[in-house]
């Protein structure tokens, strides 16, 4: 199984702070790689697909990167509704496999 | 709009079993294939099942291999999930997603086991 590790597990930013998430994979997984957003109590929402393409409707705030096994997601200028929990996920090989999250708070 | 209403949960025992549907509009149901994934209370998420667009491929998570069956019905626009030999470790918000990438994710449903 693929093993996907998040860094940092939680951090805590200022409204207008950029940050950055980065997600490594045990093993080459090209560009299969999905990021989500998940609210307390809410269904997770799709962010980033193909490591770097932005779904619609998605703002250009967010962005991906990277290929193989290391992956990033960079948050611009942060707002109060950016506030979240972020995942990654491979696609590239069964099982499906997410990392473990991390909680982006207040500072 | 694309949309994903899973319905089915609830409370169950140990042992038992439950289906879950989920009802999809928005797209042409029969040309993607469909997920289902879990995140048990405080946890994370997890995959738990796929299947293809025509139904023919199917894989599935070893947590649950065995116990858990997916399905669909396109003429209905309708996924589903057969849940067997449910154990307290299942207990988790249930939710449908579309394709590979979980580009589109149902509200969720809850699934409780427990005596």
């Known amino acids: 199984d693929i093993q996907m590790t998040q860094s940092p597990s939680s951090l805590s930013a200022s409204v207008g702070d950029r940050v950055t998430i980065t997600c490594r994979a045990s093993q080459d997984i090209i560009n299969y790689l999905a990021w989500f957003q998940q609210k307390p109590g809410k269904a997770p929402k799709s962010l980033i697909y193909a490591a770097s393409s932005l779904q619609s409707g998605v703002p250009s705030k967010f962005s991906g990167s990277g290929s193989g096994t290391d992956f990033t997601l960079t948050i611009s200028s942060l707002q109060p509704e950016d506030f979240a929990t972020y995942y990654c996920?491979?696609?590239?090989?069964?099982?499906?496999?997410f990392g473990q999250g991390t909680r982006l708070e207040i500072k | 709009q694309v949309q994903l209403v899973e319905s089915g949960g609830g409370v169950v025992q140990p042992g038992r079993s439950l289906r879950l549907s989920c009802a999809a509009s928005g797209f042409t149901f029969s040309r993607y294939d469909m997920l289902w994934g879990r995140q048990a209370p405080g946890k994370g998420l997890e995959w738990v099942a796929f299947?293809?667009?025509?139904?023919?491929?199917?894989y599935y998570a070893d947590s649950v291999k065995g116990r858990f069956t997916i399905s669909r019905d396109n003429s209905k626009n309708t996924l589903f999930l057969q849940m067997d030999s449910l154990r307290t470790e299942d207990t988790a918000v249930y939710y449908c997603?579309?394709?590979?990438?979980?580009?589109?994710w149902g509200q969720g449903t809850l699934v409780t086991v427990s005596s």
């Open positions: 996920q491979q696609y590239n090989s069964y099982p499906l496999t």
């Open positions: 997603g579309r394709s590979l990438s979980f580009d589109y």
């Open positions: 299947i293809s667009y025509d139904g023919i491929n199917k």
